[in-house]
């Protein structure tokens, strides 16, 4: 884990309002919204579009049963005739009412199958094919259907249907499918550019459409969806893709003579136009959204934004930067009212921290004053008496070797005391007061503490430079210099590093140094308060230096992976 002291405030944890509302009302409103009318439109498709098909299911059926019906009128008014005309020869006449039913016309056959009377030309009865109907005729009770034929009259497909009296003549009648349909379907599908019905016999050929200037050709009216269903005895419906939309296509039989009625028509348009605009209704919760939506947007911009900007101000002043706090975050009153409390306790801790700098540097200063006196005391009372002790013991080890030989080896063993207590003093000396800092510079100064360290821990210590060397103010250096002091002892002593780095770059505008170890580590804290919490006082005094020197100091540091110092200065 890495910390930086001090750094850039962190970013915002979590998402935020904003982020909130849009999850949890914008976005579930608009799912509403979106799932409302489509979903209701969609259901009254599906229910209109079933309507559609049972409807038109039911018309066809009720539609082939009239076909059904007005074929068996026709076949019933044709064993009348025959019978009547059994008694009476001339009964042709007496039924002429059955001719608008007829358009083909109405004849008597006899028995043998000969021509005896008819209501049109007798020419035009012998060029149809009635011999076969005839035959099947002929002792049957019930009536018998011929396939569709062209008329010789006309060209139009024509049928016709006989009736055999026992023992007596056959009556047969002509009529034309087409005018039989359009008296059946005029009132329950009436002839439209929407709406289609179309008549197809057994043996594929169209007996009546409704849309006579369709392109579609009579073959591929035969191969129509619903068709071959029909032509099987099977009543339903079905649906097909017409360019953009859905045709509903209706099929039933005609069973009494093998004929299948098909109904198509596109369903949508079957849609009652006010029950179309009903399903629109839902697309007035679309001007709410919109208000909400300007609703949040004023939120966001007016309350959201300003907060988050608040927030970032605060988070500023945690890190010391207290010039933040007088950017102007705008919003509502009470946001700016809020920001204005924000800004006046800013400026008193900004000046309870200057006081407590101040405080701290007069503080830092006498320490350091009081340790320049020490040095020069041990330096000029303590370094000097041992010296002179030094040399009064080496006068009596010189006396002892003419009169005392055996003394002489306990007079070295004081020499080499007094030699490292005087080694230890000077030390001391350079610690209580660096020397080198004064008469060399920082550079050496450093350097020397790096040796010292290499020689008391054991640790390899590198020191390396950069740049073009120069010298700093004596506060600057002496407070640099207490900085990489901490870091090596806190390395040696506590990180119990094997190998230390400390780089000085004298860049242009900027003084850097870095301290660098393979020690243990340790969590770096994310603010300078919780140093103290945390136990790290050579830390936080390492922060308060940076600090009254205007530098910046960063601590990088995770278990097991050693510590980073960085103090950045500009010249």
Known sequence: MSRSLPSSPPGLRGRGLTFQLFIFIILPLVALLIAIPFGSLTLHSRAMRALVGERDERAVRAAAATFAEQLNHRAASLRGLALHATDKPNALADYEFLLPDFEGGLALFAADGVLTASSNSPELWRTRPAAELLARSAGQAEMQFSNAFADSAGGELMMMVAAAAPDGPTAVGAFSPSALARRVL???FPAGDQTKAFLVDAEGRVLYQSDSADSESDTLRGNHPGVAEALRGESGTTYIAVGDSEHVVAYAPVALVGWALVIEEPWDMVDNPLLRTTQAAPLILIPILLFALIALGF???????????????????????????????????EIRNLQAELSRMAQ?????????????????????DERRRLARELHDDTVQALVALDQRAQLAQMAAKREAPQAMERFAELREMIASLIEEVRRIIRALRPIYLEDLGLLSAIEMLARDLETASGARVNFSTSGQPRRLPSG????????????????????????VNVAAVFEPTEFVIRVRDDGKGFPAPERVSAL?????????????????????????SSPGAGTAIELRLRL
């Open 348 to 368: 008193k801790v900004k000046a309870s921290q200057q006081n407590l700098r101040g405080y701290l540097g007069a503080i830092t200063a006498g320490q350091e």
């Open 299 to 333: 939120g966001i911009r007016q309350i959201v934004q300003p907060l988050r900007a608040l927030e970032r101000q605060a988070s500023e002043l945690t890190w010391g930067r207290f010039e933040a706090a007088e950017t102007p975050v705008g919003g509502i009153a």
């Open 532 to 556: 103290a919490a945390s136990g790290h006082y050579g830390l936080m005094g390492m922060q308060e230096r940076a600090e009254l020197i205007g530098g910046r100091l960063t601590i990088a």
């Open 476 to 499: 600057h250096e002496i407070a640099i210099y207490r900085i990489v002091q901490e870091a090596l002892n806190n390395a040696a002593r506590y990180a119990e590093a094997r190998s």
């Open 186 to 188: 005029a009132d329950t």
